[in-house]
């Protein structure tokens, strides 16, 4: 049982390229998260899906898209990334809504250059 | 919408000493509550959540948060703090209905000395 995993761990990229994050459970969890961490400002979340083929969008979406075409996988992606998109990003699964526990992916950390 | 706020950004206390983290929460009725741990380099982890009942909840690694409904309040506290315990604590607010996302607060890190 590997959890959440995230990949890649590691990423740099110049200003306009594109990259695909992806995020996998192995939880059989409803819910999927995709959050920004920067410092000084928390965890912000970028989009979230509450079942398979379903997302939404979070409180900082824009420059970003996601999809959600299996239960157990949710992607985020960078059409063409900005310095600003420069963060640690992290991915977190749950059964179902807010009173169940999150599940943490390690993290994906993107320096856009 | 609910909203959390930690007002200590970076606390400092000496190993053994006692800890006290601050949580204050805004919503319209009583939310679930939880406390997440970061440790360098990690995702976050869950160290203990209030739903209903009992005011003080015990969680993992020997802390425990007492719910304060009159101070909107969820302090997370520690009677003898460890080195290991260096890392950074976001509590977090759910609504009980619906598919609201938790919010979290901007975190309080914890430096721990010797």
């Known amino acids: 049982n590997a959890g959440v995993t995230q990949t890649p761990k590691f990423r740099v990229l110049k200003t306009g390229q594109s990259m695909t994050l992806l995020c996998a459970q192995d939880?059989?969890?409803?819910?999927m998260y995709w959050y920004r961490q920067d410092p000084g400002m928390g965890l912000r979340l970028i989009h979230y899906?509450?079942?398979?083929?379903?997302?939404a969008k979070g409180e900082v979406p824009d420059g970003y898209n996601v999809s959600r075409l299996k239960k157990q996988n949710f992607l985020l992606g960078l059409e063409s990334a900005a310095p600003s998109q420069t963060s640690v990003y992290f991915c977190?699964?749950?059964?179902?809504?807010?009173?169940?526990?999150?599940?943490f992916g390690p993290g994906t950390r993107l320096t856009v250059t | 919408a609910q909203s959390v706020t930690q007002p200590d950004i970076h606390i400092t206390v000496s190993e053994g000493a006692s800890l006290e983290l601050r949580c204050n929460y805004s919503?319209?009725?009583?939310?679930?509550l939880f406390w997440y741990v970061q440790s360098p380099g990690q995702g976050l982890q869950l160290l203990l959540k209030?739903?209903?009942?009992?005011?003080l909840v015990q969680g993992i690694k020997g802390f425990e948060a007492e719910f304060k409904r009159s101070q909107s309040s969820f302090n997370l506290r520690k009677p003898s703090v460890h080195w290991s315990d260096a890392a950074e604590y976001f509590c977090?607010?759910?609504?009980?209905?619906?598919?609201?996302?938790?919010?979290f607060g901007k975190g309080t890190r914890l430096s721990v000395i010797a």
């Open positions: 899906s509450v079942g398979e083929g379903t997302t």
């Open positions: 209030y739903f209903s009942g009992d005011t």
């Open positions: 977090a607010v759910g609504a009980r209905s619906g598919n609201t996302p938790l919010v």
């Open positions: 919503y319209g009725a009583t939310p679930y």
């Open positions: 977190a699964s749950t059964y179902g809504p807010s009173s169940y526990e999150q599940y």
């Open positions: 939880m059989n969890h409803e819910y």
